[in-house]
């Protein structure tokens, strides 16, 4: 009879600790992708600086398409590993990547200012972020991929990631 209520006791800690332990992994998941978003804010209120004419064509990751989700293109890199590190500065392949961030730009009324939906994705816990078919990599494809977003935000979202979704809004740069 003791023994059965050792086993019981031993059993409640194991199952305590497993979820104590998913927690924290997902909440450093959402962590990561929260700090990946303020700083993609960052860099495109950065290039937002350069824009000084009246329309913002021509103009890193804002003069795009607008109203499409897009990988941004630039020498800023779209994916970072499980740390957060930018993921060609380490020269980590692409089935490494473990976030992936998708902009897209809307205009607030004709000319300015322009507002900028940031989301960053991830393979929910228990997914693979591998190559293969995988939802991961058919969103995470410069010029290409689901630039409707319907995969992450539609009626029906792809069972098996998650994201963290910031908006920023910038101006031109008066001369």
């Not at 937002?48 to 329309?55: D, F, I, N, Q, R």
């Not at 795009?64 to 994916?79: F, K, L």
């Not at 607030?108 to 900028?116: D, F, G, L, Q, S």
């Not at 816990?125 to 190559?131: F, K």
């Given at each position: 009879?003791?023994l059965a209520i050792?086993?019981?006791?031993?059993?409640?800690i194991?199952s305590l600790?497993?979820?104590?332990?998913?927690?924290?992994?997902?909440?450093?998941?959402?962590?990561?992708?929260?700090?990946?978003?303020?700083?993609?804010?960052?860099?495109?209120?950065?290039a937002?600086?350069?824009?000084?004419?009246?329309?913002s064509?021509?103009?890193?990751?804002?003069g795009?398409?607008?109203?499409?989700?897009?990988?941004?293109?630039?020498?800023?890199?779209?994916?970072v590993?499980w740390y957060?590190r930018p993921?060609?500065?380490?020269?980590?392949p692409?089935?490494n990547?473990?976030y992936?961030?998708?902009l897209?730009?809307?205009?607030?009324?004709?000319?300015?200012?322009?507002?900028?939906?940031?989301v960053?994705?991830?393979?929910a816990?228990?997914?693979?972020?591998?190559?293969g078919?995988?939802?991961?990599?058919?969103?995470?494809?410069?010029?290409?991929?689901?630039?409707?977003?319907?995969a992450l935000?539609?009626?029906?979202?792809?069972?098996?990631?998650r994201?963290?979704r910031s908006s920023?809004?910038?101006?031109?740069?008066?001369?």
């Open positions: 009879m003791t050792m086993l019981v006791a031993v059993m409640g194991v600790q497993r979820a104590a332990i998913r927690s924290n992994l997902d909440s450093r998941a959402t962590s990561t992708a929260s700090a990946n978003n303020a700083r993609w804010a960052s860099i495109v209120r950065r937002a600086l350069t824009w000084t004419t009246g329309t064509a021509g103009v890193a990751y804002i795009g398409d607008r109203n499409v989700w897009a990988v941004p293109s630039g020498a800023d890199p779209y994916g590993d957060g993921a060609p500065t380490l020269a980590i692409a089935s990547l473990r992936c961030t998708l897209r730009v809307r205009e607030i009324n004709a000319t300015e200012p322009i507002r900028v939906d940031i960053t994705f991830w393979a816990m228990g997914q693979s972020t591998a190559s078919g995988s939802s991961f990599q058919t969103l995470c494809v410069p010029n290409g991929g689901d630039a409707s977003g319907t935000f539609g009626a029906t979202p792809t069972t098996g990631l994201h963290v920023i809004v910038v101006r031109r740069t008066r001369p």
